[in-house]
């Protein structure tokens, strides 16, 4: 992997985007993005991660996010993502209402199999690639792409009505459903 994707600083804000392998819309379900919105706080808790803006869209999330402890970030990360993965497949799996089941889990076992870095499984993909937002510039593009994601998306007219995104902390004061760090 190049140094262009790598964690240098912990401390550096990063753009993060993970994406559920396949491109499925696996967190499209409320109670899936609950468990999301419930991992990043226990990270914020526990794990010193420094959230500044989120967003989760049905098959993927964006982060601007640092650490600010003796963990770093990519450990977090990988945390974070082994977490969700095991805990999102168990709640698709047992979900009497999730028509889609049988073949999500169809897909992330194959995926699984097929990945040598896997046991049976896999619900993210491998990277995640950070980006580091080092100039103020790159900050802002970053962030107004995140909180604009479920508007290009069509899921809502205004960043701030999504409820899945940081974008209410900033454009109205008001607080989200997870704690963020304002970058401004």
Excluded at 109 to 123: E, I, K, T
Aim: some cysteine; proline content about 4%; glycine content about 4%.
């Amino acid at each position: 992997m190049s140094s262009k994707y790598k964690v240098r600083y912990n401390v550096v804000p990063h753009f993060i985007t993970s994406t559920v392998v396949g491109w499925v819309d696996a967190l499209s379900r409320p109670e899936y993005k609950d468990i999301m919105v419930d991992s990043f706080k226990f990270c914020i808790d526990n794990k010193s991660l420094m959230l500044y803006a989120w967003v989760i869209m049905n098959n993927h999330f964006h982060i601007i996010a640092s650490a600010g402890g003796d963990i770093a970030l990519p450990d977090i990360i990988r945390d974070f993502k082994k977490f969700t993965s095991a805990k999102l497949m168990k709640a698709i799996k047992e979900n009497p209402k999730e028509s889609r089941k049988e073949w999500m889990l169809n897909m992330f076992s194959f995926v699984g199999r097929n990945n040598g870095n896997n046991d049976n499984a896999q619900f993210w993909q491998q990277d995640y690639h950070p980006i580091e937002l080092n100039t103020s510039e790159k900050l802002q593009d970053r962030l107004n792409y995140l909180h604009e994601n479920p508007v290009k998306a069509g899921i809502v007219w205004e960043a701030q009505h999504y409820k899945y995104s940081s974008a209410i902390d900033y454009y109205t004061g008001n607080n989200g459903l997870i704690p963020v760090s304002l970058l401004y």
